[in-house]
């Protein structure tokens, strides 16, 4: 079956550690994104690519990195720049860019210890 | 302003009753509009897009746009329990010759049976 994988689904984070969140998918999208959405909020973009080795930052990038060495992959790295890190993480990708259907991962829920 | 503004409800409804939900935009040059369904603790699933002035209807969902007035609606027929859940309404724009999909907050319906 085709979809977005996201791991893990709950991931606790230490004062001052960088903790990174896994996303693949095997629909052969080129366009992946990442959003955080915190309680009784939407969703708000940290960073998005639409082509491998190239990524932008969205509204919220800082306290985040990401790499797309793959098509298929996009982690998310959150750093300890990121000072209110708990949220809810959805990754998502689209056949080419934002102006189509985004497929979702399941989520994963950060917390902090 | 926010470019994507959603009334964050709850919003009751009686079962079998048609269920309202808005959505306003700031960015004029937006040309694609979808309405999310979000369950609790789940990730968004698609469930209209509209590229076009006027209505565009599935089953029991109609959507409709109008870009003069900057507003995109969600209209549910025959409501059902099921259709309890939060409503995101998303937007594109041209952010630096790149595509984004700006989210709304959300609003959150319950159907009442």
């Known amino acids: 079956d085709g979809g977005i994988t996201q791991s893990p689904k709950y991931l606790f984070r230490k004062e001052g550690q960088n903790v990174t969140l896994s996303c693949e998918q095997n629909?052969?999208?080129?366009?992946m994104y990442w959003y955080r959405q915190d309680p009784g909020q939407g969703l708000r973009l940290i960073y998005y690519?639409?082509?491998?080795?190239?990524?932008q930052k969205g509204d919220i990038a800082e306290g985040y990195s990401v790499s797309r060495e793959k098509k298929e992959s996009f982690p998310l790295t959150v750093t300890s720049a990121q000072k209110n890190p708990t949220a809810f993480y959805l990754c998502a990708s689209s056949i080419r860019d934002a102006n189509e259907k985004l497929f979702f991962g399941s989520g994963t829920q950060l917390s902090v210890l | 302003q926010k470019e994507v503004e959603q009334n964050s409800g709850p919003l009751s409804v009686p079962e079998g009753a048609i269920a309202s939900l808005n959505c306003t935009y700031s960015d004029r040059g937006s040309q694609s509009f979808f309405w999310y369904r979000q369950y609790s603790g789940k990730s968004p699933e698609l469930i209209m897009f509209i590229y076009s002035n006027g209505d565009k209807e599935d089953g029991r969902f109609t959507a409709q746009l109008n870009k003069a007035s900057q507003y995109v609606s969600l209209l549910i027929r025959d409501s059902q329990p099921s259709d309890s859940a939060t409503y995101l309404c998303a937007v594109n724009s041209l952010n630096f010759g790149n595509e984004k999909l700006t989210f709304g907050t959300g609003t959150r319906l319950t159907i009442i049976p």
């Open positions: 690519s639409q082509i491998v080795n190239d990524f």
């Open positions: 629909l052969n999208h080129d366009a």
